[in-house]
């Protein structure tokens, strides 16, 4: 394999944070990422905003004391009494604050089904730990009730030492390569390729907008942007010039880019008079191939707002043939 290959496979595994490779080393991942090892999700799910929202939450994680969860010293805590005595500690007040202080950053540490939940545990445990553990007070609680078996980690954001944890741009990607390393020390093959790597352009959901979904109710970000799409097409039909939306281009330079890459990696590997490189170029191949299409959340509602509108129409214009045809029938008479 020449260096072309490798050069360009790992501009694409670095992404946004940069880290360590080497030539075997972005072999064996790419090999991973297009054999579709499983990926982890990190994700904050929000954070907490005065006394009832702690122990809202802190109810919410435990199942109001019905699960257990543990802390940074590995204690564990049950029961609805121990957990708001919990919320009750983390929320007393520690000097001056602004009334919108946050008190903690909650994340979600997740493995596709299949994955068994105590190996996510005990990733999460050693993932808190060398993160978190010297500086703050955490809890964290393993649920198992979804097809992803997931750890809710929620960190005080008050430290030891009176500094409060603020989460930078490039933070949850180094995450979620600590928590696939320590998935990968117990044994549990894991991934953290970032999602334009993977030609992933559609960003996650929040669970209150999956769940209104899931019930046939239109959020409110929905509705905005459903107005906005409308509003597009009516501007179409009177010949403007359609809005900008550079973040879209941007996207979609990106996209292009990364696809352009990967085939330009797999070429090389082709080339190679090693049997392993040309099948990495293959499965490379296959995996470009099967990569989603290059549209955004908007474009799939934009598509699906233009069908209803066509049908709709079409409707109307049935509707406007049967009311002539029974003019006629009636003429006739």
């Known amino acids: 394999m020449g260096s072309l ?35 982890v999700m990190v994700k904050i799910s929000g954070n907490t905003k005065g006394a009832g929202h702690v122990q809202a939450h802190l109810d919410y994680i435990s199942r109001n004391g019905k699960l257990e969860i543990e802390d940074e010293r590995g204690e564990t805590l049950k029961g609805k009494t121990a957990v708001r005595a919990l919320a009750k500690d983390w929320s007393q007040d520690q000097g001056k604050r602004r009334k919108n202080t946050r008190e903690t950053t909650n994340i979600v540490l997740s493995m596709p089904d299949g994955t068994e939940p105590k190996a996510v545990k005990n990733a999460a445990r050693a993932f808190a730990k060398n993160q ?81 979904r899931d019930k046939g109710m239109t959020p409110a970000v929905d509705q905005a942007k459903i107005r906005e799409i409308i ?41 190679s ?29 934009q598509e699906k707002v233009a069908a209803q509108l066509q049908q709709r129409g079409s409707g109307q214009r049935g509707g406007e043939k049967g009311r002539g045809q029974d003019q006629e029938q009636e003429d006739e008479r």
């Open 132 to 212: 978190f553990g010297k500086n703050h007070q955490y809890v964290m609680a393993l649920h198992t009730d979804t097809d992803s078996p997931h750890v809710h980690l929620t960190v005080k954001n008050l430290g030891y030492d009176g500094r409060r944890l603020h989460v930078k741009k490039g933070d949850p990607q180094i995450w979620r390569e600590s928590f696939a390393a320590e998935l990968e020390r117990l044994g549990v093959e894991a991934e953290a390729t970032p999602r334009a790597t993977r030609g992933v352009i559609k960003k996650g959901i929040s669970q209150a907008i999956k769940h209104m």
């Open 5 to 39: 290959a490798n050069d360009t496979i790992s501009d694409l595994l670095d992404g946004d944070v940069k880290t360590k490779a080497n030539k075997t080393g972005n072999l064996s991942r790419a090999k991973r990422i297009a054999d579709r090892a499983p990926e």
């Open 231 to 271: 509003e597009d097409f009516s501007a179409e039909r009177a010949g403007k010039e359609p809005r900008p939306r550079p973040w879209e281009d941007k996207i979609k330079d990106r996209q292009t880019y990364v696809r352009k890459a990967w085939l330009t990696a797999a070429k090389d590997l082709n080339q």
């Open 273 to 301: 008079d090693n049997a392993e490189d040309r099948e990495l170029g293959q499965s490379i191949a296959t995996f470009v191939k099967d990569m989603p299409p290059m549209k955004t959340e908007r474009h799939e509602l």
